[in-house]
């Protein structure tokens, strides 16, 4: 079955923040009085903050985790200054092609839409998605197919048309449970979370591709 539309994660997919993020983490546990180290930002990476906060603030109510929530992220959009972002080798290319082949595009981010449209415009890329999607006020983040759902109902195309490109392992099961096709990209490509999650049976195609400056890969998928 051909890709009738590709959805798009942002971060660490399209474009390295997790720098930013780590950095914008550290900055607002640090006024918690919270140690956040490096190995919890990666286990958590691709989740939303709701669940992340509710977590390390277990006696917090929701307005204070949404004020907390707010408060990264402004520290995060506050780092975006000219030149902090590139796109990752490669992803211009992958977005032009499917571009040419009259794909609808759309990213599907964890993140806030404040977060998401600053980004792309930061890149100079917003003329490639047809729309831009926020999991951040779902109940539940990815692995919850509920926000690659919403993509692909805003694309105009079924769930199992769609074709997933993500970094965590979080989003590549998302992208299963939604019973869409994927691209597992960067470390995640080679880890052995990745080769568990695809031990199932009947699980959805996924490609492992540690670069998308491998553009070879693109002629089996269209």
């Known amino acids: 079955m051909a890709v009738k539309a590709v959805l798009w994660d942002l971060d660490g997919t399209i474009a390295d ?37 509710t977590e390390l603030f277990d006696t917090a109510d929701a307005a204070t985790i949404q004020r907390i929530s707010h408060e990264k992220e402004a520290d995060f959009r506050a780092l975006l200054t000219p030149g902090a972002l590139e796109p990752l080798p490669g992803v211009l290319d992958w977005l032009t092609s499917f571009g040419q082949q009259g794909l609808p595009q759309v990213i599907g981010s ?51 048309d769609c074709l997933v490109i993500e970094d965590s392992i979080h989003g590549i099961d998302a992208a299963q449970r939604a019973g869409m096709r994927s691209i597992a990209v960067g470390a995640l490509a080679n880890s052995d979370g990745l080769r568990t999650l695809l031990a199932v049976e009947n699980a959805a195609f996924c490609l492992a591709l540690p670069s998308l400056a491998q553009v070879d890969a693109l002629s089996c998928l269209l």
């Not at 951040?136 to 993509?151: E, M, V």
């Not at 805003?154 to 769930?159: H, I, R, S, Y």
């Open 17 to 53: 923040s997790a720098a930013l993020h780590y950095q914008a983490w550290q900055s607002i546990m640090g006024r918690y009085a919270i140690h956040y180290t490096h190995q919890m930002f990666v286990d958590a990476f691709g989740r939303n903050n709701a669940e992340i906060l």
């Open 110 to 160: 964890s993140g806030p839409m404040a977060n998401i449209a600053a980004m792309v415009h930061a890149l100079g890329i917003g003329d490639y998605f047809l729309a831009l999607v926020t999991g951040a006020h779902l109940p539940k983040g990815k692995p919850d197919p509920t926000l690659f759902r919403r993509c692909a109902a805003v694309a105009g195309v079924e769930p199992a």
